[in-house]
Each structure stands twice: as C-alpha cells, then as structure tokens.
C-alpha cells in the first residue's frame, strides 16, 4: 500500500458532527485531512440542512435554501484537501485569491472544484426591483452601478464613491485581516475595537449607507444583502457592508444542477476522504462526564463531551463532539443543564433570534404565445413599498405586515435541468418573524402564500402565473423549528447585532463543555455559505490547538508532499 501521511496518527481519534449542514460537511472534510476518523450524524433522510435539496414526483428540483454561491476560493480549498494534510497554515488569501480577476462567463470554479462540480458566474448579481416598477441591476461593476446610479438619483454619485472606499477598507480589515478571528476571549475583541471604531464600522449598517446616499432606493441598494443571512439592516453592525466586497470581489456563482450538486459534492469529497454519514440519526443528548467519567452533578470543575446518544438509545462515543445544529437547541435540548454554566438556559433564551421565512417552491409553465416574456433574472430582490418600517415589524415588534418584500429566484433561467421540459422551476422568499410572534402558520401560511402569487402575478412578474402554475408547495418557520429544530423557528441562529457578534456570539469552543466544538451558523463568524465555511476552518485550527496535532499534519498538500516525500516513501515500503 502505498502511504503518503507525513505523519501517521495511531490510533486516530474519532470525531461525531451532529449535522450535515455546508458547516458541518466543511468541518467534516477539515477533521479528515486532520487526521481524524469523522462519523456526521443527520436527523433527516439527506444532507444539507438549510441547504436540503427536494425533488419532486413531477420532475422538479428545489434547493430549499442558500442559492447565492459567494468565494468559490472557500470550496476550491475544501476539494483541495487530503488526508492528514489539513493547509491550517497555509495563507487563509494567497495572492492568486487576491490578485485574480474575477471570473465573469464560463466556468468560475477552481481546478480542484472542477472535479466535482461545475461553478457558472451569475450576471447580474441581483435585479433590486423597487414598488414602482423601476430596478436597479446590480453586478459589481463600478461603472455599471455609477451608471445606474446617475439614472436613479444623480445627486449620490459622489456618495457612491466614497461609500466605495469606506466599505472596501472595512472589507480589507473585516474580511480579510479579521474575519478567521475566533474571539474566544474578551483581550482578542478588545484588540479590534480601535479599528472599528476607525472604520465606523459599529455603526447600524442602514445609518452607515444612509451618510452616503440620499435616495431611498439606493440606502435599501447597498444595506438589503445583510437579510439573506438573517440580519436586520436596520440593526447590524456596518461592519456588514463588507458584503458588498465579497460579492464584487469574487462575483456570484450558481453551481449546475443547484446548490445540492455541491452539497452533493462535499459529501463524495468527505467519503473519499474516508468520512461516514448516517442519515435518519437524530441526536437526542450530548454524553457528558466529569474528568473521571462520572456523570456531572453540578456545573462547575471539569465537564468532558464523549459522544452522544441517538433518539432510540444507541449511545456513539468519540474524542470529540461538534455541533453543526442550531446552537440555542445544543444547549436547552442536548446538553444537560447541571453541565452548562455560560450557556444557561437563561441566556440562551434571551438572545435573540434572526427572523424566519416563509418560502414557496413553484414550477410554472415557460412562456406561451399569449404570455409577456418574463423580465426576471436568476436572482431578483422585490422590495415592497416600505423598507424601515416593514424591517421593524418583521424583527422588533414580530406581526404579520400588510406588505411584503421577496426574493425571487429562477435557476431555471441559467439551468433548465431543474424543471419538467417547457417549464421553470423557482422559488420565493419572504421574511416573516420567527414563532415568538404566536402567529399560526397553518392558518396564515395559505394566506400569505395567496397574496405573494397574487402580487408576482397581477404586478406582471410573472404573467398569468396562476394559469400556468403547475406545482406549489410552501414552508414557514414552523419547518425551521420543527424539521431543522431551530430554535424559535430561526432561519439563521442568533440575530447578527452587535451584541451578538465577535466574542459575544456562541463561541465554537464550548464554553462549558470540553472537547464540545460547534460549527455552522450559529457559531463565528455567523449565517451564510461563505461564513459556515469559514467556521468550519476556525473550528478545525482550534480543535488543532487543543490536540496539540503535528505541525506536519497542519501544512497544505503541496507543501506536505514536499516535506514528507523522501520519508514516507521509505516508510510505505
Ligand atoms: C431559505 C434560505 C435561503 C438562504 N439563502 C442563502 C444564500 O443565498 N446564500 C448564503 O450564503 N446563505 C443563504 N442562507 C443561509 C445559509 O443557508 C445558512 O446559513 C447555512 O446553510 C447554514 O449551514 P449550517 O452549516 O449552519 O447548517 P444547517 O444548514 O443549519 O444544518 C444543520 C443540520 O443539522 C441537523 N440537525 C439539527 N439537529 C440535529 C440533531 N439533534 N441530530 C442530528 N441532526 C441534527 C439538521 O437536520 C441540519 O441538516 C439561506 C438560508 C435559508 C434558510
């Protein structure tokens, strides 16, 4: 056999991820290249979590979740891996990352990538439809936007490009000096304080867009993309307007046959790899003993993870446990309250929760004779007609609005596979509060879902629309918290305000619990593909430095292969 390990770990230590979430699946491609045997647990028949992917009896496929792909260098790094060689040390932005130029038609994935999945660049990012018709099509081109700025409300252009400037240097130092910073002590956030007050960057990020630009339409412009990874814009920090950056930076991307080809695609790199995932294996309890393996009576001395115990009692023992699930329900449902202290049941009920989603997966008929073209893209943001106001009733005061804003999405415009021949498959988003609200969803569900096709259909987004529906289905934050077992029905773990965010969001070192790591959105740096990634990685390099792992297991595969060649040849022979 041949063996290439530069340093081979006997025996390996074992590692249970309790989700197969993209946060969970990254950090499970992570443990294997760092020598770890990694079994994932997942509750439901298939893997992605938010990021599940449905496919219907009449010939439709649905991504139900995350469809924006942003930083295809994240899921070129995770292909990229081997096992037992973990790039922990390698640049987090090597100068191609950073010097590139931005793919922008063809194939936009990197060469390990390719071997997977096949990444496509999006154009425009966005279409941002405004209540009066008018839209703003925004794709990362400076000049395009200074263009459709001028048209819009000329007076801003000057605001524009010094938005420009200021949102780019929080990019540079939020994203990419700071944003693998695992704040894990109070000194690691004190340090960054002076910069983001320097940056203004504490400031909400609607009042920071709000000092370049006069025109409404522009302030909702530059601050929405914060909702798609559950934050209010009215309330989180500025420091979220390096959003923009990534996206023009790196573009937008759409991974052929949906975002659960690469969900897919993670699984097949984590089994090469040697990793195992069990479906259907939903965690009922995290096993925790005191340092000599007695059960834990009080909160206080030495509390140890050891594996956990599925519904149906088969009891799963590891040197580590990680949890990829919602992070308020890790500690009120699976860890026992005698072993949580920072974690109690108190503060975790009273942070605060992101909003939640009622979300309509359709097919519909392509255009007929008689049918006006669609003037949609893949991606369109429908704002409705108020923005603050709307934003406050969703987040603070949690009612049901009059009026809505969506995101709807067609990947049948870039990718017809996904729908019966003739036909399109899409689907729509509407924030709504999460179920502190009391709402009942089985009675507003239908309601909302009506006047939502009601709108895209008589406003002409989609002519005819209920003639020419041929499937509909709907969730609402009852699947968040029922099926994902999100607290509150949260679409995106905690709410990403200032106070909850840096060292006071939940830490991915337990902080109650040894050899406990968590990953994915509700740990740091937050929601969104790109962050879980990122988590993943903070993740792996703290569980690297608790384990103390062999620097030669922590280089990347090139330099691992250099450094261990001459040795392991010798030693597979
Ligand atoms: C509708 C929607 C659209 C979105 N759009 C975008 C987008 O366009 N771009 C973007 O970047 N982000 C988007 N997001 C956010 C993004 O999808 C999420 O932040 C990210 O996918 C969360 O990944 P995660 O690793 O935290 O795990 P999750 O996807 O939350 O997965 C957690 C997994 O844990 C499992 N689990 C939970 N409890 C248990 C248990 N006890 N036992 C076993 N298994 C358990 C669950 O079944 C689930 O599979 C969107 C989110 C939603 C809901």
Do not use: C
Request: net charge negative; no cysteine; hydrophobic share 40%.
């Amino acid at each position: 056999m041949t063996h290439t390990s530069p340093v081979a770990p006997a025996p390996r230590k074992t590692a249970l991820i309790i989700g197969s979430g993209i946060g969970g699946l990254s950090l499970g491609i992570r443990l294997q290249s760092l020598g770890f045997d990694t079994t994932i647990l997942e509750k439901l028949d298939a893997p992605g979590g938010r990021a599940y992917q449905k496919r219907t009896a009449d010939g439709y496929v649905f991504d139900m979740g995350p469809t924006v792909i942003t930083v295809p260098h994240f899921i070129e790094e995770l292909f990229a891996l081997e096992r037992d060689r973990a790039a922990l040390t390698t640049p987090d932005y090597p100068a191609q990352v950073l010097e590139g130029e931005r793919v922008r038609e063809g194939e936009s994935g990197g060469p390990r990538t390719r071997e997977y999945v096949k990444l496509v660049p999006i154009l425009p990012f966005y279409r941002i439809y405004f209540d009066d018709g008018t839209y703003f099509d925004y794709d990362g081109d400076p000049d395009s936007t200074r263009r459709q700025i001028l048209e819009l409300a000329p007076d801003d252009l000057a605001g524009y490009e010094r938005f420009h400037k200021d949102a780019g240097a929080i990019f540079e130092r939020g994203f990419l000096e700071l944003g693998y910073t695992h704040f894990g002590d109070v000194p690691s956030m004190l340090r960054v304080v002076p910069d983001l007050m320097r940056l203004d960057a504490v400031r909400t990020l609607f009042s920071f867009t709000s000092k370049y630009f006069q025109s409404p339409k522009l302030r909702q412009v530059f601050s929405f993309e914060t909702l798609l990874v559950g934050g209010n814009p009215l309330s989180v920090p500025a420091i979220y307007a390096m959003i923009h950056f990534v996206e023009k930076t790196w573009g937008i991307h759409y991974a052929m046959g949906g975002t659960g080809a690469l969900v897919r695609a993670f699984v097949q790199k984590f089994e090469e790899l040697g990793g195992q995932i069990r479906y259907g294996a939903e965690v009922e309890r995290v096993l925790v003993t005191d340092g000599r393996g007695k059960p834990v009576k009080r909160p206080t001395g030495t509390r140890v993870a050891r594996g956990v115990a599925l519904a149906g009692g088969e009891e799963l023992h590891a040197d580590i446990t990680v949890s990829n699930g919602d992070w308020a329900n890790l500690y009120l449902k699976l860890v026992p309250p005698q072993a949580r202290l920072v974690n109690s049941d108190v503060r975790v009920r009273a942070a605060r929760q992101s909003m939640s989603l009622l979300v309509i997966y359709f097919g519909f008929r392509r255009d007929g004779p008689n049918d006006r073209p669609l003037d949609l893209r893949h991606h369109n943001i429908i704002l409705g007609p108020r923005y603050e106001e709307l934003l406050t009733e969703i987040f603070g005061e949690k009612v049901l609005s009059k009026d809505f804003s969506q995101y709807l999405h067609v990947p049948t415009l870039t990718d017809p596979s996904l729908a019966p021949e003739g036909h399109h498959a899409a689907y729509t988003l509407v924030p709504v509060p999460h179920n502190a609200s009391g709402l009942n969803w089985d009675i507003e569900g239908p309601k909302l879902v009506g006047r939502v096709l009601d709108f895209l259909e008589e406003r002409g987004y989609i002519p005819n629309l209920k003639e020419r529906l041929t499937h509909s289905e709907y969730i609402t934050p009852d699947y968040f918290e029922g099926t994902l077992d999100a607290y509150l029905g949260n679409a995106f773990g905690p709410e990403p305000t200032l106070i909850q965010s840096a060292y006071f969001r939940p830490h991915n070192r337990s902080e109650d619990v040894r050899n406990l790591y968590l990953v994915g959105a509700g740990a740091q740096p937050g929601a969104g593909t790109p962050s879980v990634m990122m988590s993943a990685k903070m993740t792996a390099r703290l569980i690297a430095q608790d384990f103390g792992i062999h620097p030669d297991l922590l280089g990347g595969p090139d330099e691992a292969v250099a450094q261990a060649q001459p040795e392991t040849v010798g030693a597979a022979d």
